[in-house]
């Protein structure tokens, strides 16, 4: 079962993806987190991206529809691939349902993270993470057990260069003219299920978790 999800900067998509990867042993695939780790590791494509994502804007559809289709394709995981991020353009979701079905495969669902823009920037600018892991927390919403430290690792949490306020507009700007438009495409193609995404995360995350266990039953019936 292939998922995407779907939703504006901020709306918990990294979160809730990291929950539901390990409860249904998806193999999470987030396009930020792959820019990132390029970046990271100081590679040519890392260069490449680097000004588009620290102005908030999206990267071009050809270089992030190779990179993330690549691995989509390579993905070896029998549970499916929930991807985080991608698409955020109709040229990309397009691409993404031709190399699935070249593939004999499909997009099964799309669940889409309903937050209103007023909620997006507290959430934003209150979020850090774990620079080798990637793993999300917030200082309200979701914080470490010691402040400003990876529950996991140890490492001292950073906070993402691009989610500082002045940022966090224009990615919303890019959203809204860019990525918006997808929610009618998968609309029409009756794969889009919304939830409520300004509730605690608990509860976003067991309404997500129910919705796809009713696509696997409804999958293996
Ligand atoms: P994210 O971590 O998903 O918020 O992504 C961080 C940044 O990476 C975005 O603001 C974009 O600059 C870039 N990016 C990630 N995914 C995509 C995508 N599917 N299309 C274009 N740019 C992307």
Redesign the pocket.
């Known amino acids: 079962m292939n998922v995407v999800l779907f939703g504006p900067?901020g709306a918990g998509?990294?979160t809730q993806a990291e929950r539901l990867a390990a409860k249904f042993a998806f193999l999470h695939l987030?396009?930020?987190?792959?820019?990132?780790a390029e970046r990271k590791s100081g590679t040519e494509l890392g260069a490449r991206?680097a000004g588009?994502?620290?102005?908030?804007?999206?990267?071009?559809?050809e270089?992030?529809?190779e990179v993330?289709l690549a691995r989509v394709l390579k993905a070896d995981s029998k549970a499916g691939v929930l991807l985080?991020?991608?698409?955020?353009?109709l040229p990309?979701a397009r691409q993404l349902d031709e190399a699935l079905v070249g593939a004999g495969s499909r997009l099964d669902l799309v669940l889409s993270i309903v937050v209103p823009d007023e909620l997006i920037v507290e959430r934003i600018t209150g979020r850090r993470m774990c620079p080798s892991t990637g793993k999300i927390y917030h200082v309200k919403y979701l914080p470490p057990k010691q402040a400003g430290i990876c529950d996991e690792t140890g490492e001292e949490l950073i906070q993402?260069k691009?989610d500082t306020e002045e940022?966090v507009k224009q990615?919303l700007a890019?959203y809204h003219e860019?990525t918006e438009p997808l929610e009618v495409y998968y609309r029409q193609q009756g794969l889009l299920v919304e939830v409520d995404g300004t509730r605690d995360i608990g509860a976003v995350a067991q309404d997500m978790g129910a919705i796809v266990e009713r696509h696997l039953g409804r999958e293996n019936s």
Not at 30 to 36: F, P
Not at 52 to 61: K, Q, T
Not at 84 to 89: A, E, L, N, Q, V
């Open positions: 900067p998509k990294g987030s396009s930020g987190d792959v820019l990132r991206v588009y994502m620290d102005s908030g804007a999206l990267v071009p559809d270089i992030i529809v993330i985080d991020g991608f698409p955020r353009t990309q993402r691009d940022v990615r890019a860019q």
